[in-house]
């Protein structure tokens, strides 16, 4: 037994785990687990890279007996519905792609895993239990060992857990460790909720760098009960990011945890699952579309790295995930319900965004098209449908501050008609004189008003240029209104037009006659305006 073991470990490391540095995030959610075992908020985790080892250290509950015989398991006790993220036992196994030589403390425990000291015991190994080396499992064999072993372990705090990672190749190992947290993001932490800081340090490079977040109280939506909101500022490398975060408890249908993969993932206990979703705020405090999310924004608690989900804002969901959490199992019904659950919670926090955010929350609904089975079975019929349907005819910000629905909105993105409007040049009520058959129709400044890409002078019914402005019906509007008045707005007009360069030729322009009366230049006699 002991040798398939073996293999099967050494197997499930270096195949299940693509990336070296993910036993880093997979440490990260069981000291957040950890944390929440304290029941306390505001904890620490902190890594420490050297050239030939990692320190990981945190301040969640020290190990008791059942942690220990977790770490040296290749099971789970951790359960779903108790609101564990991580896996103890199974995702900590990943540090075994980078290490053979590993020490833990924490708890009064102190071990390691080491596959060299079975090595340098085999005379002993053999007489004593008639195994060769290659036969131990060593990394679920916990070796006593006492803090001095490892001297900076008699320095740890009380309360404190460190691991110490040896690397198999340091110089291999420390370079991809290393490009590992130098690629973290700050929002990859965003859905931890009793860590609140993160320190890394390279003692090779002596660079550090502190990435920590501060929630406001959530905040319960009037439109709908279930629905909490909170702002997060998260801080690292010198600058502060905002995020608006939307929640929702869900209970879990009885059809979906009879479900048998449900079962085998250890869900079919789980009551009710939290879904969330989060949008960056830019220094204004308006909507902005996280471009990077497209690429790795779906979260399991982390995020899956290989589930690109296309959109422009954050999901996180308590998905079924594969072995090494980077994708997810897509055919599972427990999914499928999930992600149904956040295309719900998309309905109320549209609405929301479209009143408190209009003229910068559409931006953030663009949606790439990702071929494969993540996006086509759990994003496209789930998220980018209810975006699509809710956003057929979105609210949009006028240049007068209003908030009409794109279907009575008249757009442009030209300077020169943004002075004339700024100017008072050009106004809503000029509108029907310009688009015949339309009333109510409103200005919107696209150079303003953030929208989605394909609603840039595609999708609006209206849109004019500097060519539509000037027709007869709206010359002969305000000259019936006022001759004077109209002469001198007429006279203005032009003068933009002109300094623009976009006049064009003045032949083809319509011109009040001495008369009163409105005709193409070309067809009249007239002097140098």
Same mark, same amino acid.
């Given at each position: ?6 293999? %099967? ?28 075992? $304290? ?25 008791? *007996? ?16 108790? +609101? ?30 080491? *596959? &060299?000291?079975? /090595? ?31 001297? =900076? ?29 130098? +690629? ?5 932490? $965003? ?17 550090? *760098? ?13 439109? %709908? ?29 009885? /059809?979906? &945890?009879?479900?048998?993969?449900? @079962? ?20 204004? +405090? @308006? ?45 599972? $019904? ?9 295309? /719900? ?8 965004? %479209? ?36 956003? /057929? ?15 009575? %909105? ?41 929208? =989605?890409?394909?609603?840039?002078? =595609?999708?609006? &019914? ?9 027709? @007869?019906?709206?010359?002969?509007? *305000? ?10 707005? $007429? ?39």
């Amino acid at each position: 037994v002991g040798p398939s073991l073996r293999n %099967a470990i050494n197997i499930f490391s270096e195949l299940t785990f693509v990336e070296p540095g993910q036993f880093i995030l997979e440490t990260l959610q069981n000291a957040e687990d950890a944390r929440m075992e $304290l029941g306390k908020r505001g904890g620490f985790f902190s890594v420490t890279l050297f050239n030939d080892r990692v320190e990981i250290r945190h301040d969640g509950k020290p190990f008791d *007996r059942e942690d220990v015989e977790g770490l040296c398991g290749i099971g789970s006790r951790k359960k779903p519905r108790e +609101g564990y993220k991580g896996y103890i036992g199974i995702g900590w196994k990943s540090v075994f792609k980078v290490s053979e030589r590993v020490y833990v403390f924490s708890g009064g425990y102190a071990f390691k895993f080491d *596959r &060299r000291y079975w /090595e340098q015991r085999a005379e002993w190994l053999k007489e004593k239990y008639g195994l060769e080396p290659s036969q131990v499992p060593w990394q679920i064999v916990p070796i006593p060992v006492e803090p001095s072993e490892y001297p =900076r372990a008699e320095l740890l705090p009380e309360g404190q857990t460190l691991f110490v990672v040896w690397f198999r190749n340091p110089e291999e190992n420390y370079k991809s460790v290393k490009g590992f947290l130098d +690629g973290l993001k700050p929002y990859v932490f $965003l859905f931890l909720d009793y860590i609140t800081r993160i320190e890394i340090e390279d003692r090779v490079t002596n660079q550090r *760098r502190v990435i920590e977040w501060e929630s406001s109280p959530p905040v319960t939506l009037s439109s %709908a009960p279930d629905v909490r909101v909170q702002t997060v500022a998260v801080s690292a490398d010198g600058k502060t990011d905002h995020y608006l975060i939307f929640r929702r408890m869900v209970k879990v249908p009885e /059809e979906v &945890r009879g479900d048998e993969v449900t @079962k085998s993932a250890k869900r079919d206990d789980v009551v009710e699952r939290e879904v969330a979703v989060a949008f960056g705020l830019d220094e204004n +405090g @308006k909507i902005r579309p996280l471009e990077e999310a497209r690429l790795w924004g779906v979260y399991s608690f982390m995020p899956l790295t290989e589930s690109n989900s296309g959109l422009r804002f954050l999901v996180q969901a308590d998905l079924i995930v594969h072995p090494g959490r980077r994708s997810v199992n897509f055919e599972a $019904l427990w999914n499928k319900w999930m992600m149904e659950q956040v295309g /719900e919670l998309l309905k109320v926090i549209i609405k929301y965004l %479209a009143d408190k955010y209009t003229d910068s929350y559409l931006s953030a609904f663009d949606v790439d098209e990702y071929p494969g089975g993540f996006y086509e079975n759990l994003v496209k019929p789930f998220i980018v449908s209810i975006i699509n349907k809710e956003l /057929e005819n979105p609210l949009v910000m006028t240049v007068k501050g209003q908030k009409v629905p794109s279907s009575k %909105a008249v757009v442009f993105e030209d300077n020169v008609i943004r002075e004339l409007v700024r100017d008072g040049l050009i106004s809503d009520e000029d509108l029907k004189y310009i688009i015949k058959g339309e009333e109510d129709l409103h200005l919107v400044d696209l150079g303003v008003v953030k929208v =989605r890409r394909d609603e840039r002078f =595609r999708s609006f &019914r209206f849109k004019i240029s500097t060519e539509d402005l000037l027709t @007869k019906d709206l010359i002969e509007a *305000r000259l019936k209104s006022s001759p004077d008045d109209a002469l001198k707005w $007429l006279v203005n007009v032009y003068k933009k037009l002109k300094e623009a360069g976009k006049l064009g030729s003045l032949r083809e322009r319509y011109v009040i006659t001495r008369s009163l009366t409105v005709v193409r230049a070309e067809e009249s006699y007239f002097g140098q305006i």
